[in-house]
């Protein structure tokens, strides 16, 4: 559509992330403006979202993040659980400020509520589950930008970004390369390097995945690590696999399956409540870029 | 529903005790004066003196929160209480009445503010509505009914706004005319800066909430009407957000 610079253009691994975390798959139904996102549907009646645009317009969001000076003046919302975790990390990584869970109406029209903020720029997860703080902005001149399904309303959506937003492993996805977007047009990160923070990071967590992380974690017994990473691995192992590709720095795939339990573990230690001292010990030397990243 | 404001004392409900009637509203000012601690961000701009006066609020449709950034800008602002219209409610106690209030405010000169509040004491609704309408307060603006001879004097054109029934249409009329009006509509243009207009209206005037809420639609949609002296490009500016970020990310509270 535009011309852009080529060093915005989507890489390879990219896109295969995005195929990989199925951001690409919409749902059966598609609203009439979200029709120029999607590219066919499917026989089961899935429509399938072009990826090409997905990371034209996330380029586009990222701009207009980019453009406000004072980055406390973004919020991050998210009402649904699958987006609560992305939400979080992304605004930690760009300073933003994060309403998740319930919205209490009012915040942004009501000066008395306690919860009062004025943002200059608000980011959804889901235009219909956080209808609530659309509709809000609509009153206060705050641009809206959304991550849209193929079945999203586009009323009052300033900038929609067609994308699966029903799939963990998506919104996770999507939030991350939003905010690593955001990091490179500020300069903080340059296009060259991965970014050291990895995808799982955004990714929601079951409650229960949770405490048996911070039990095995506790229990500081490397067999007991191997066996819950195994699990928790198996599933983002396609993840995994494609960010190593391209095989550097710390999320790289090493070779040897304790280091990469290891560092898996390592990263959720950092995340979790859990005294990072007692890892640091259980830990092997192995000096695991992935741990020290994290310090 | 209109909620008594926080700071309400609990008089007796019922019938409007205490000072009857329609109180001029103009003794009220000047009260406690107390500093005011803007909460909003628009708030501390204007109280710091970045923001030069309410065209530029205007300009980008910024919404006012708290009328005292009105009083900093139009400090000579006179209402005019048009009605207090005692409204019930019934309850298995009798009916419980209270006092709709309604205010038009404005300095005479291009702004006037409409402003309806319920309360049970009328005196409170007065108040309330005061500061309802210095929110709402909205610019007006006046043309040549003739020849550009002067300074504007009536609408520039015919504009005409409506609520429920009641429909108002403001008409330009030449300079000498005067308002041509019913007692109504007539405070409000008053109160706008408007000197001569001809009027017609339609529907249930008699329902004077709706009446004054439709002039006031109608003095709005003044600046509404793209004329072609409007037609050239506009020169955007920076929002006042955008402009003084540095100085409102410094004030942060909490």
Known sequence: MSRLPTILNATEQDLQMLLAAQCHLGTKNVTERMKPYVHKTRADGINIINIGKTWEKLIFAARVIANIENSQDICVISARPYGHRAALKFAKYIGAEAVVGRFTPGTFTNYITRSFREPRLIITTDPRSDFQAIKEASYVNIPVIAFCDTDSPLQFVDVAIPTNNKAKHAIGLAYWLLARAVLRLRGTLDYDTPWDVMVDMFFYRDPEEAEKEAAAAAAGLEGKEGEVTGEWGGAAEADWALEGAAAEGAAGIAPVATEWNAQASSDWADDGAVGSTSWADATPANNNPGASSWD | ?254
Not at chain 2, 212 to 220: H, L, N, R, S, Y
């Open chain 2, 1 to 254: 529903m209109a909620d008594t404001a926080p700071a309400d004392r609990r008089g007796g409900f019922g019938r409007g005790r205490g000072r009857g009637g329609r109180g001029r509203g103009r003794g009220r000012r000047g009260d406690e004066k107390t500093e005011w601690v803007p909460v909003t961000k628009l708030g501390r701009l204007v109280k710091a003196g970045k923001i030069k006066n309410m065209e530029e609020i205007y300009t980008f449709s910024l919404p006012v929160k708290e009328y005292q950034i009105v009083d900093y800008f139009l400090p000579s602002l006179k209402d005019e209480v048009m009605k207090i219209m005692p409204v019930q409610k019934q309850t298995r106690a009798g009916q419980r009445t209270r006092f709709k209030a309604f205010v038009v405010i404005g300095d005479s000169d291009g702004h006037v503010g409409l402003g309806v509040k319920c309360s049970k004491e009328v005196a409170t609704a007065i108040r309330g509505a005061i500061i309802l309408a210095k929110l709402s307060v909205i610019p007006v603006r006046r043309g040549y009914w003739g020849t550009a001879l002067g300074e504007p004097h009536t609408v520039p054109c015919k504009v005409t706004g409506k609520c429920g029934s009641a429909m108002c249409r403001l008409i330009p009329a030449p300079k000498g005319t005067g308002l041509v009006a019913a007692p109504t509509p007539k405070k409000v243009l008053q109160l706008a800066g408007i000197t001569d207009c001809y009027t017609t209206s339609r529907g249930s005037t008699r329902t004077l909430g709706n009446f004054v809420k439709a002039t006031f639609a109608a003095i709005g949609n003044t600046y509404g009407f793209l004329t072609p002296d409007l037609w050239s490009e506009t020169e955007f500016t920076k929002a006042p957000f955008q402009e003084h970020t540095d100085f409102l990310a410094v004030k942060q509270r909490k």
